[in-house]
């Protein structure tokens, strides 16, 4: 599959985790944005590509003075998801307080997800 992320300066995309049978790739299409990877801080910027096989702890979080698009794209092969305790995640709050292999504990607590347009969405810099 494919997802398209907009990230905010601070901003992670997700929670820090990895996938037991899944691999992902990632490139960063405009913007700064840190990557958390194997407890190492990657600073990126626009054409970054990273490359995670599978078993890679990992997140993104937006960093710079203005949002980040990150295209990515991996292949579930299964949902075997891996939420791992994390200092470095938990300074970008990006990581859980105990090691749990369920999103819903992994995500509790945030609010749910809803659809629609991100605040600012015409300030994107597309054709720049």
Not at 12 to 40: A, K, T, W
Not at 44 to 67: E, R, Y
Request: hydrophobic share 40%; with cysteine.
């Amino acid at each position: 599959g494919y997802q398209l992320a907009v990230l905010q300066p601070g901003q992670p995309n997700g929670m820090y985790h990895r996938e037991s049978d899944n691999q992902e790739d990632f490139l960063v299409l405009f913007g700064e944005c840190l990557l958390l990877v194997e407890e190492q801080e990657r600073r990126l910027q626009a054409w970054d590509f990273v490359h995670c096989p599978p078993d890679t702890d990992h997140i993104f979080v937006g960093a710079g003075s203005g949002p980040c698009a990150i295209l990515m794209m991996g292949a579930r092969v299964s949902e075997a998801i891996v939420y791992p305790r994390s200092q470095l995640a938990l300074r970008h709050a990006a990581g859980v307080e105990a090691e749990t292999t369920s999103a819903k504990e992994a995500y509790a607590p945030f609010p749910e997800w809803t659809p629609g347009r991100p605040e600012g969405w015409a300030e994107l810099p597309f054709g720049s």
